[in-house]
């Protein structure tokens, strides 16, 4: 054999990613025949054979793991580092938190050198880094192993844990249509978040079930934050015909909606109606409370650490929803003649 025949020799030969080569080494079972056949037939021919060295480096453990994020809302990231955390502690695992920019071209740069640096036994992606496709080609790669919390493409790539955010979204339309609202304006989420497009598809859902037409000035764009939150708060109340109810696809961007009717001297809710989204700290401390999704952020971020560390075969969990009615939501009031 020669010298500089490694797995990455095998898995070029074969046509297939290191990982892969990986899989048929361990015996795993999501490898079809034709691949095994394929990565069997390149080990013979390179005469490549694990050393006893490589196996025992491969065992090796730092038992620490990473918690890669960019996310601009800080209730969030806090109940998904707790999660985490909560779960690595019971394993005697040090967490290291990560953040990095999606928009960044060296971002997949930084998540090898981060792997290298650090010698992680794992990672944990969270939204909207568990979409980026630089920071996956990287680890694939590497051949370490990582869980997703809500991802929005490639779905079998990976084990992963997520909650049905259209069908969340098109709970709490739904429930402000059943409390009589017609005109709801909506904010979208930030660009880079695959939820939130998936939110803004269960609000077309609702409102197409129902019969109302949609309009698309009762959609304005947000990033997930306060500010953009308040900006679209203003574009929506100073409408000739504004809504009587906004659904935020955040609890950021709904408290920016309160903070902009409360400067107006708007009567909350019954002259305006407020839902968010995440149920987050700040649902429960702004005026009035936020009616909002319950996202199990914690319990994702749990579950995640949970399928990191156990290992074996790819897994995929879907954790439920729960709408949570607060003060923040009321029948329109009725239009004086």
């Known amino acids: 054999m020669s010298e500089r025949s ?38 013979k021919e390179l005469d490549f054979r694990p050393s006893v060295a490589a196996r025992i480096l491969s065992g090796a453990k730092s038992n620490q793991v990473a918690l890669i994020y960019d996310n601009h809302s800080p209730y969030y990231m806090f109940q998904i580092q707790t999660g985490c955390w909560e779960v690595c502690k019971q394993h005697g695992i040090r967490l290291l938190a990560q953040p990095v920019d999606v928009a960044d071209p060296l971002v997949g740069e930084q998540i090898r050198g981060l792997v290298t640096e650090t010698h992680v036994d794992g990672i944990i992606l969270s939204s909207p880094v568990t979409d980026c496709d630089p920071v996956l080609r990287a680890l694939e790669a590497m051949d370490i192993p990582f869980v997703r919390i809500s991802p929005g493409t490639n779905h079998a790539l990976t084990s992963s844990v997520f909650m049905d955010d259209a069908q969340a979204a098109d709970d709490m339309t739904t429930h402000l249509i059943n409390h009589g609202h017609r005109r709801i304006g909506f904010i979208k989420g930030h660009p880079n978040h695959m939820a939130s497009n998936d939110r803004l598809a269960g609000y077309f859902r609702a409102l197409d079930r ?33 809504p009587t109810a906004i659904f935020a696809s955040n609890d950021d961007m709904a408290a920016g909606v ?7 001297n708007i009567d ?3 002259e305006l109606s407020v839902a968010g989204f995440d149920d987050t700290t700040l649902a429960r401390t702004v005026w009035p409370p ?30 439920p ?17």
């Open 6 to 43: 490694n797995i990455r020799d095998v898995a070029a030969l074969a046509g297939v990613a290191v990982k892969t080569v990986s899989r048929v080494l361990n015996g795993h079972p999501y490898v079809s025949t034709e691949t095994k056949a394929r990565v069997d037939a390149a080990m």
């Open 210 to 242: 129902a019969g109302i037409a949609f309009e698309a000035a009762l959609v304005a764009e947000g990033e997930f934050d306060f500010e953009s939150g308040a900006r679209a708060a203003a574009e929506f109340l100073d409408m000739a015909d504004r």
């Open 268 to 270: 909350l809710p019954s």
């Open 321 to 337: 929803h729960q709408l949570i009615e607060r003060a923040s939501v009321a029948p329109p009031a009725r239009k004086k003649p």
């Open 258 to 264: 309160l903070a902009v009717a409360h400067d107006r």
């Open 290 to 319: 936020l009616t909002t999704i319950h996202q199990p952020m914690a319990e994702l971020a749990q579950t995640a650490a949970e399928i990191l560390i156990a290992g074996g075969d790819i897994n995929h969990r879907r954790l």
